[in-house]
Structures are given as C-alpha cells and as structure tokens.
C-alpha cells in the first residue's frame, strides 16, 4: 500500500540531462539566489559585503530584484515592511560581522511585529568556525549567537548541498504562525566556490498551518455565546492573519464591542457601531474591557501597549487566541487557545449562537464620547488637527509607516487606518528609525500606490542616508517629518519627571535643502497648508519630502492615576 507522501514525481529526461550538465560559471552564491527563485521571492534588500560578494555577484545572473539601501538596519526595515505587505518571506542579503550586527535591531522589530524576513548574511570562512580566534576579518566567536535571542530560528551552513535545505527550512519558519524573522548564515568560501550542484529548480515554499484545538473552540464558543457582556480586542494577530472579515462576522454575530490595539490598526472598521476604535490607551476604555464578562482577546499577548501600561485588571473570563505560544496566558490567566487567527475565527463561527443586545452600540457611543470628552479638555487643537490633514491627504487605499515620534502616539489611538494593513509602526520594539526605510520597502511592494512614512525630525537622522535609495529606485514614497528639533517625547518625559530636560536638543539640517541635494523635492509647510501640501506631494511621482516645524504635545497618559 502506499501512502501520498510516498509519492515521489519522477524528473523528465530533460531534467536529467540539465541536473548531470550544470552551467559552468556557477558559485555557491547561484543556489543561494537560485533557492529563492525557487521558493517565490522576486525582490531581495540588502547591502554588498566582502563576505558576501558570492551572492551579489550570483544576482546578475538571476530574475531577482535587487532592493539595495544604505545601512544595514534600514534595509531590514525594508524587508520587515515587504514582508507585512505580501505575506511573503523577504530575503535581506547581508555580509559577516558589522554588517550583520547592524541588523539586529530592525530583526528585533520584525520579531516584535511578527514580520516575515529571512536574513541571510555570509561568515567567515569554513576553516575559521568554532570559536577560534583566527584573526579573519569581521570575525566573531559565534556570530549566531548574537541572533539567537531574537530571530526565530538559526540556520548554519557549512556545505553547498546544505544551502537549498536550510533556505528551505527558514523559509517555511518564517512564514509559520507566528511569522518572523530567521537567520541562515552561509562562510565566503562556501559562497564563492565553484558549484556541481544542479540548478535549483523548485522548493516547497508552503508553512505549516495551525488550527485551534476543536475542544477549546468548543468551551470558548459556548462562553461568548452565553456572556452577558462580551467584548473582544483585535491585536496584530488578526491583520497578519487576513482575518478582519471574520473579526467582523463574529463581532456582529455576538453583538460584541472591538477595540484594535495598537498593532491591530484597522482590524475592525473604525466608524463600526460596535467598534471602540483604538483608544485602548485610556481608562474609560479599560474600564469597559474590564467589565465584560468574557473578553476575547484575538492575536495580541495583552502587553504593555496593549493593556494600558498593564493596568488593566480583567475581572470576567478571558479567551485568549494567540499563535505565539511564549504569549498565551502571559499576563493574564486565560482559556488560552494556541492558533492562527483566521483558523480559530473560523471555528468559532461555526459553533456559535447569535446574541442580541440593543445596548452595546449605546455603550460604545457612551465610551466614545468620554474619550473625546477627556481629549477636548487638554486644548490638543492643534495636535488634532495635524493627525486630521494627514489623514484627509493620505489615499484611502495607501499604507503608511510611522517612525517613534509623537504624531505616531497619537496615531495609534486617534488614526482611521481605512482598513487592515495599512497603518505600520514601531511600537513592537520600539527603535527609531523605522517609518521611511520601511515605507520605502511597502513601495517596492506595490508601486502602484503612494505610501506615506512619518518620523520625528530625531527618527529622520538615522535614516536620512535612503533619501538615496528613494531617488535611485524612483520610488513612491512621501516622507512627513514632523521637525520640533530635538527628542520630543523624550523631552517631554524627561520634563515630567525631572522638571527639566537633557540630551534631548538637537542641531538639525535644512531638511528641504537637504532633500533637494538627493534630487527629491522638498517643500515646507505649516499645520495650516500641511493637508494640501501633503496631499500634493502624494499624488506626484516618485520620492517627496514635506517638513512641518511643530512642537506637538501628548495627549495625558490615565495609566499614571489608578
């Protein structure tokens, strides 16, 4: 008797003939490249190092385009971007020691956000791994180790035939529930040798999937549909899944109120009647979520975020559907159901009953209106009005990336995102620098749509250098940069706490002037022609830089008074 997974296709003649016959001229470099091709990638971020010139030089001899910024973390914000665009792995190809090390903190952001990236960075060569100090160049005793803690999963090459499999594997890791970044390493000479082995044809580029276990679904089902105050929040889960439309089915199903967290952006329909909109970063909000006698916690581990500064105190059951198992019940005790969103969704779909409740809608609307209530007292007109332009300018369709700056704060409670997808940022890890290499990986995704990034003038020095890449790649990118000239919300938490701030003034450049010496153009603006100078900027081609000098305030925390 045999079995389907005993099945093994039988390769042609031609096939036969083309894998005893390879090209001439091909390195290890080639399967590397050649791997990818055959996984499905098409684009590839990166930078060019000695190390890692196999690879490189294996890309003019392939499909695969070739996205090259110019620092290393800002390619891997690239990559992250891509990744959470498509839903595919995106190759970050990087060289040996500094230049992997420069990485880490954009992988540890991909980490955070669950974004699939597959780095893959050259090492020393073979003789030289182990430990030993020999004295190559970029040598560390065990550069892997410097991943380990933050990646997914490392991956070790050693020989040539290893390289399509450890591809391979990271491949289908990166992109298993949760996503998120890998390592595979690969030393020079490996890359550099000239290869026997055949052309790399093909790869099984399909994750593993993860479906509930159909007994919790069972207990979580019968739970909401008896609650007498269900609510649910949205966390990052839900995007990545592609299960919005799902979200919306159950919420609608069960009358239950959603509110999305900060990396749930657009999750549930912002101007839904049930939804509480982002706003989980208030105490009127808390104290909701804390009333519900069930709350369905959907693809977010309940961290700081996520729970008002960890305030929040549930008193009724929670279920918890997380596919990072390390976050099931990490801060709360839950029904903790291990899953991918989208399946559990599903599930709990099909075995719920319908509720009706004609006060939760009125209940939203009360919480809504305290909110505003709260917000309208601490005269943030301005603050208001800025996110207020920048959303009447932005395509309803086009995503945008924001940087760690205060614009970016308010975003997260007070920003429509239009719809799952479309509003990234960087409070998974929470490093500066993010919003415009990103945006800059999300146009290389589709250039068919203007993309937004939004930094402080702070975020904006650390990824001034891709202003390059914008301009050589023609890519549709307008960067906002929000100028107060220094660490706003450093200065501002520093003021709070110390009566005076330090370290957090900053001498800036002319950023139109330096723009325009990239060849992008540049124009000024002020929160009064901000929305159609933005808006301009986004309908033309290519790159654009729009700088408005303000000093914006926060909005006061409620985490600090219970």
């Not at 100090?133 to 933050?150: I, N």
């Not at 199903?253 to 329909?269: C, E, N, R, S």
């Not at 490093?431 to 995704?445: I, M, N, T, V």
């Amino acid at each position: 008797m045999t079995h389907d997974h005993d099945l093994v296709l039988r390769p042609t003649q031609a096939q036969i003939d083309a894998a005893l016959n390879p090209p001439a001229g091909r390195n290890g470099g080639d399967l590397v490249v050649e791997t990818l091709a055959g996984l499905g990638a098409t684009t590839v971020f990166g930078l060019p190092g000695q190390h890692a010139l196999g690879m490189f030089d294996a890309l003019r001899r392939s499909d695969l385009r070739y996205i090259g910024l110019r620092v290393e973390n800002n390619a891997g914000f690239a990559a992250d971007a891509y990744g959470r665009i498509t839903g595919e792995a995106a190759p970050l190809l990087l060289s040996t020691g500094p230049g992997a090390l420069t990485s880490l903190a954009a992988l540890q952001e991909a980490a955070a956000a669950s974004a699939p990236v597959l780095a893959i960075s050259s090492q020393i060569p073979t003789a030289g791994l182990g430990g030993g100090r020999h004295g190559y160049l970029h040598e560390l005793p065990d550069q892997a180790a410097s991943f380990r803690g933050v990646v997914k999963s490392v991956h070790t090459v050693r020989t040539q035939s290893q390289i399509p499999s450890a591809l391979e594997a990271a491949w289908k890791s990166a992109l298993t529930a949760p996503h998120g970044p890998v390592w595979v390493e690969i030393p020079q000479d490996v890359l550099l040798a000239e290869t026997s082995v055949p052309v790399v044809t093909g790869g099984d580029a399909f994750p593993e999937e993860l479906p509930p276990r159909p007994e919790l679904t069972a207990v979580a089902a019968h739970l909401l549909s008896h609650a007498e105050r269900p609510a649910i929040i949205a966390g990052g889960g839900v995007v990545r899944a592609d299960a919005s439309g799902k979200l919306r089915q159950l919420a609608e199903t069960l009358q239950a109120p959603v509110v999305a967290t900060p990396g749930g952006k657009g999750a549930f329909p912002w101007t839904h009647p049930l939804s509480l909109q982002s706003w989980i970063e208030d105490r009127h909000t808390t104290d909701f979520l804390e009333d519900a006698d069930v709350l369905l916690v959907v693809g977010s581990g309940l961290g700081e975020l996520s729970s008002n500064y960890h305030t929040f105190k549930p008193r009724g059951r929670v279920i918890q559907i997380e596919a990072d198992l390390g976050k099931l019940e990490s801060n709360h005790p839950a029904l903790g159901i291990h899953a991918d969103a989208r399946l559990a969704l599903q599930a709990l779909l099909e075995t719920v009953t319908e509720r009706t409740d004609p006060t939760a809608s009125e209940r939203v609307r009360a919480v809504l209106a305290k909110v505003a209530d709260r917000i309208a007292a601490q005269e943030l007109t301005l603050e208001q009005d800025v996110l207020a332009s920048v959303r009447k300018a932005l395509p309803a369709d086009s995503p945008s990336f924001w940087d760690m700056t205060i614009l970016a704060y308010w975003a997260w409670s007070a920003f429509d995102a239009k719809g799952p997808n479309h509003m990234h940022t960087a409070q998974g890890a929470g490093g500066l620098g993010y919003g415009f290499p990103a945006a800059l990986g999300a146009a290389a995704a589709d250039p068919a749509r203007p993309v937004l990034a939004v930094s402080g003038d702070g975020g904006a020095l650390y990824s001034i250098a891709e202003l390059a890449t914008a301009r050589q790649y023609d890519l549709p990118v307008t960067w906002l940069i929000v100028d107060d000239g220094g660490y706003g919300i450093l200065r501002e938490y520093m003021t709070d706490a110390f009566g005076e701030a330090t370290a957090t003034e900053l001498t800036r450049p002319d950023y139109v002037a330096l723009a325009e010496s990239f060849g992008v153009p540049g124009v000024r603006t002020t929160p009064e022609t901000l929305e159609a100078d933005l808006a301009k900027a986004l309908s033309e081609p290519g790159p654009s830089v729009v700088v408005l000098p303000a000093v914006l305030r926060m909005f006061a925390p409620t985490h600090l008074t219970v």
